[in-house]
T-cell receptor, first 111, second 110 residues
């Protein structure tokens, strides 16, 4: 069965370190998205991609980057982790015009 | 700017007590309105997509409706297993992005 997987499920890192969160989908979807979810803010879009070599900034992109070298993967990199980036991160994918299929999330703690 | 507002933020019901959740939206060129269910520690799970005013969709005890300004998620005779956070999102214009509301946390007591 097709799926979307995120790894790791939990991560603790130190302030200033570079961190990469993985997202892999086997739906063959063109569109992939990264959101963060925080109490009081809901789901906020970080970065998104509509296909290989395409990346775009969302509403809260500062301090984050993504790259899309194939259809299946959209890794999210925190260049220099900050305490404000402690959050739960969700990856999602979709076909054009369709809703999202979400991963199970990565809980990141920056200490 | 596209905006989605969900109310109430939290709702407590007794088992069997029917109610509705509201999602009001302000967008230019609505393409679709989506409802998701999210359980603690998990990713959102797709429930419904509505595309035009007057459209209705049903799944078990849930029915979603859409007008030009808002959507309702009606829950009929809820059970404790319906307890979750329900998220509403809109897709507008030529974008594939979804803009989410903050959600309604539903608790159904036995």
């Amino acid at each position: 069965d097709a799926e979307i997987t995120q790894s790791p499920r939990h991560k603790i890192t130190e302030t200033g370190r570079q961190v990469t969160l993985a997202c892999h989908q086997t739906w063959n979807h063109n569109n992939m998205f990264w959101y963060r979810q925080d109490l009081g803010h809901g789901l906020r879009l970080i970065h998104y991609s509509y296909g290989v070599q395409d990346t775009n900034k969302g509403e809260v992109s500062d301090g984050y980057s993504v790259s899309r070298s194939n259809t299946e993967d959209l890794p999210l990199t925190l260049e220099s982790a900050a305490s404000s980036q402690t959050s739960v991160y969700f990856c999602a994918s979709s076909d054009n015009g369709g809703g999202y299929t979400f991963g199970s999330g990565t809980r990141l703690t920056v200490v | 700017e596209d905006q989605v507002t969900q109310s109430p933020e939290a709702l407590r019901l007794q088992e069997g007590e029917s109610s509705s959740l509201n999602c009001s939206y302000t967008v230019s060129g609505l393409r679709g309105l989506f409802w998701y269910r999210q359980d603690p520690g998990k990713g959102p799970e797709f429930l419904f997509t509505l595309y035009s005013a007057g459209e209705e969709k049903e799944k078990e005890r849930l029915k979603a409706t859409l007008t030009k300004k808002e959507s309702f998620l009606h829950i009929t005779a809820p059970k404790p297993e319906d307890s979750a956070t329900y998220l509403c999102a809109v897709q507008a214009g030529a974008s594939e992005k979804l803009v989410f509301g903050k959600g309604t946390k539903l608790t159904v007591n036995p």
